[in-house]
């Protein structure tokens, strides 16, 4: 007889039995090579696996899936405690970076505590003097000092002076005490040669320099406005304030080990794009494993209107006590006492102050890496208009230590993950497509001889530079580029370049209008010129064909190393404006923009573009045209001697030049380059030269009154008086009609009776209402022909872009209901002459949403109600930005 505790004890052990499996190590092995081909199996293909597999022939196809359910929640706990143990020792390298830079930092707060303390008392002692002793009284006997007593050493000197002292030898200095005084008597070095023993003395030294502005307190660094340091940021970036020419400092985490991260930051043209070559000219054996280079560095000029830069170094490798790698940099001249070069035309030599890399393998893998760039870059020698750009410690941060960091990441994000960009691109050509394209746009800017470029006669304006390349490799160049199918002939490429000065314009904004109204400054009647003179060579002339087409349709391909860089291939439709001089056949480009970020301060923005094929290569040669805005004052560059460090001043409500709600703040001046190259045939020469100054000039023009229009409505706040565009006979009449077919519909006033007296004041009184005003054509699909400055703000676009916006895009509805409610609305307007609609949500031209309270729309009639319609009028009343 079985007891109930038996029964009840026989009845989990049959449960237990039908809920956990014991797999013998062979099942296992099955399933797992099941789980590999197929993670996870549908209920037909876990039957098929019990029949085929004869060791799961006794397994029950429910526990079959029961194990794959558990096999793929240990897989993704695993990989999220790899992900978390990853995160964890970044975290931990990066809190022990930062504890590092705040030892340093309250290091050098100390240092400038104590220099406070004593200018302090200098300046009181000098102020009040002690009075002189009594007449009556004899000065008190002099005494021999005590043996024991102690003086006070000198406090340190101020920093720019250490910079200043940093390459003396210190080592030699005498002290003679007579009295109370102290004479300091420096011994001049002994002179060095370029032995391997005088080198090696001058990159000992170069070495201690660099390790004080690395980790100490030998520079005065403050931290990169707009960067903060975390663990998914680029690292910690500071620039140099109050010292001898302009050096930047930076410090992250790359996962790469330090030999490799030695060999990219050494190899520098693979990372700074304005590098033009770099040369070694000697190597030499150093102890430790080290070594000595020579190397002789070119640099592009930014612009037109500056020369570049060449610097002849040394380079010493060595590793520490400490395991630490170190690779330093600095100029050799005849004050350093090592081997000169001469000086190379039209170069103007910079000065590199020690500087290099400092490289520490990290506890949970990688590196950390501190970077310091410290140049002279000798701003005496460009322009005054330019020479910010020469002293500002921001620039060098951007282009060099920020550049090499991003590059490092980039890199090791792609050895550790499998990475295929836009258009089946790897990331390695996508960095190559874009360093093609800023190298090409550099060496088109310098213009240089040595790239084969030669500049031909001016006709007495200076604003256009012609240049002239016929070399053999720039020839092959364009004909590989241009040659798809078509007949090409070319024996050399033009290049028409110009430097301009921007006001009050945000280089971003400018930058982002420029690339999405390319018909804005693609002057299509010039386009027709060059085809009706050039009728044979007309598709040889990539930047020709750019007006006058159907359309450009963007097709984003990826972005590159930095994140602000962004690669696109542009389509622009074929040319049947042209059928007598060209076939119908579409135009790519391939286009590069960067700097289009508000919020990054004193980066310079590109606009680079280069004719393709619609199945480019990775290494096809490019010809790059584009534009390049440099903004030459900064609001927040610390390195100005100038700024008081008090960023709070800076964001005053009402002060001039604030920061105007919805719209970003504009950088006071800016330098704008522009540079478009053409192919030719050597017997067009002049006509196509005389050709590319008129359409540089006309795109200039359009620049001008692009950038005119962007900083009349960015600056000006919402509500105030705003510039009113030229008053035309066609634009009074326009207004004239607004207002009376509003009276006319409505039966109320759009405006002030006293403002319609006139055209004139009609137009006024529009152009500063503040509702949003838009006018649209007739059409199937509407075309606005006018707004007033309300509608430009909430559009963000102005009146020369007005035309390519239709009403559909501006209504903010889901994509099924846009064309339907703009059908619905034109409908309505015709039928009775007005609409009205509810509060809503509108879309500008750059996709920002703009909510409404309400909507009118009305038919503008002629003679205000007596005539035929002519338009119609949009009012959205009460707007404002999402």
């Known amino acids: 007889m079985v007891t109930a505790r038996e029964a009840r004890e026989a009845a989990a052990a049959a449960m237990d039995a039908s809920k956990y499996v014991r797999y013998t190590p062979e099942q296992v092995e099955a399933l797992e090579r099941l789980y590999y081909e197929c993670p996870k199996p549908s209920s037909l293909r876990r039957q098929q696996l019990v029949r085929e597999c004869a060791v799961l022939a006794n397994v029950d196809p429910k526990q079959i899936k029961v194990w794959f359910q558990n096999r793929r929640c240990r897989e993704k706990q695993r990989k999220e405690s790899g992900r978390l143990q990853s995160l964890n020792r970044k975290l931990t390298a990066m809190n022990k970076l930062l504890m590092e830079e705040n030892d340093r930092l ?42 024991h007593a102690f003086t006070p050493p000198p406090p340190p000197l101020p920093l720019p002076l250490q910079a200043g002292l940093a390459t003396t ?30 080198l090696m003395s001058i990159a000992e030294e170069t070495l201690t320099e660099f390790l004080s502005k690395a980790t100490g307190t030998a520079v005065e660094w403050v931290q990169m406005p707009g960067m903060k340091p975390g663990p998914d940021s680029i690292g910690i970036i500071a620039i140099s304030h109050g010292c001898a020419g302009v050096a930047a400092r930076a410090c992250g985490l790359v996962g790469m080990e330090p030999a490799k991260v030695a060999e990219i930051l050494k190899d520098r043209p693979l990372w700074l794009r304005d590098c033009r070559s770099m040369e070694v000219v000697n190597v030499l054996p150093a102890g430790s494993n080290g070594t000595i280079e020579l190397l002789y560095m070119q640099l592009y000029a930014p612009t037109t209107l500056a020369p570049a830069r060449d610097f002849w170094l040394m380079r010493y490798t060595s590793i520490l006590d400490d395991g630490s790698l170190v690779v330093c940099e600095r100029s050799l001249s005849s004050k350093q006492g090592g081997p000169s070069m001469p000086l190379v035309q039209p ?74 960009t836009g258009w089946g691109r790897q990331p390695a050509a996508l960095r190559a497509l874009s360093q093609k394209l800023t190298r090409g746009l550099n060496e088109t800017l310098g213009g240089l001889a040595d790239d084969g470029w030669s500049v031909i006669e001016s006709d007495g304006v200076d604003d256009v530079c012609i240049s002239v390349n016929s070399s053999p490799s720039k020839v092959m160049s364009c004909t590989a580029t241009f040659s798809d199918g078509l007949p090409m002939v070319s024996t050399g490429v033009l290049c028409a370049k110009a430097s301009m000065l921007l006001q009050d314009v945000s280089p971003p904004s400018l930058l982002r209008f420029l690339r999405e109204h390319r018909s804005q400054w693609a002057d299509s009647s010039l386009d027709a010129f060059f085809a009706s003179a050039l009728k044979p060579n007309f598709s040889n002339l990539p930047m020709s064909r750019l007006g006058g087409f159907s359309g450009q349709v963007i097709l984003p391909l990826a972005h590159t190393s930095d994140p602000e860089e962004f690669l696109e291939v542009i389509k622009i439709g074929n040319a049947s404006n042209y059928q007598d001089t060209l076939m119908h056949r579409d135009l790519f480009l391939l286009q590069m923009y960067n700097g289009i970020d508000e919020n990054t301060m004193g980066t310079c923005s590109e606009l680079i573009f280069a004719p393709i094929d619609a199945s480019f290569g990775d290494d096809s040669p490019l010809l790059p045209s584009g534009f ?39 950088s006071s001046k800016a330098v704008m380059t522009i540079a ?91 152009w500063q209402h503040t509702s949003a005003i838009l006018c649209c054509s007739l059409k199937a699909m509407p075309v606005l022909t006018f707004a007033n400055q309300s509608g430009l703000d909430m559009l963000e676009t102005t009146l020369a872009a007005l035309r390519e916006i239709t009403m559909d895009k501006v209504l903010d509805y889901d994509q099924g209901r846009k064309s339907l409610l703009c059908a619905d609305l034109m409908a309505s307007v015709a039928e009775q ?43 959205f009343m009460d707007w404002s930005f999402v």
């Open 169 to 198: 030898d210190t080592s030699c200095e005498s002290v003679v005490t007579s009295g109370q005084q102290n004479v300091v008597v420096v011994v001049p070095p002994p002179p060095r040669d370029a032995s391997p023993a005088g």
């Open 347 to 420: 170069f103007v030599r910079g000065e590199m102050l020690p500087s290099g890399f400092l490289i520490r393998p990290s506890d949970g893998g990688g590196s950390v890496i501190h970077i310091v760039d410290h140049l002279d870059l000798e701003p005496w020698s460009v322009p005054e208009v330019v020479r910010p750009l020469y002293e500002s410690s921001a620039m060098v941060a951007q282009k060099m230590s920020m550049a090499a960091l991003r590059y490092l990441r980039q890199v090791a994000h792609e050895d550790t993950h499998s990475v295929i």
């Open 676 to 766: 478009f190259q053409f192919a030719f045939e050597s017997h067009l020469q002049d006509s196509v030269a005389a050709m590319a100054r008129q359409y540089m000039r006309s795109i200039i023009s359009s620049v001008q009154r692009i950038a005119l229009a962007l900083s009349s409505s960015h600056l000006v706040p919402h509500g105030s008086s705003r510039l009113l565009p030229p008053v035309t006979p066609e634009a009074a009449t326009l207004s004239r009609w607004i207002v009376q077919s509003y009276r006319f519909h409505f039966g109320a006033e759009l405006i002030k009776a006293a403002d319609a007296s006139s055209g004139e004041s009609a137009l006024k009184a529009l």
């Open 833 to 875: 002459g007005y609409a009205c609609v509810e509060g809503g949500t509108c879309a500008s031209s750059m996709g920002r949403p703009a909510s409404y309270g309400k909507a009118v729309a009305w038919k503008v009639l002629d003679d205000g109600g007596a005539g035929a319609a002519h338009c119609v009028c949009f009012a």
């Open 628 to 666: 390049r805005i440099i903004p030459m004052e900064s609001p927040l560059d610390t390195s100005s001697p100038n700024c008081t460090l008090d960023l709070a001043s800076t964001l005053e409500v009402g002060t001039p030049g604030s920061r105007i709600p919805g719209h970003s703040r504009s």
């Open 106 to 147: 309250q290091k050098q707060v100390s240092h400038l505590v104590y220099q406070n303390g004593y200018y302090r008392q200098q300046t009181h002692s000098v102020r009040t003097p002690p009075p002189p002793p009594p007449a009556t009284m004899s000065p008190p006997p002099l005494r021999p000092p005590r043996a």
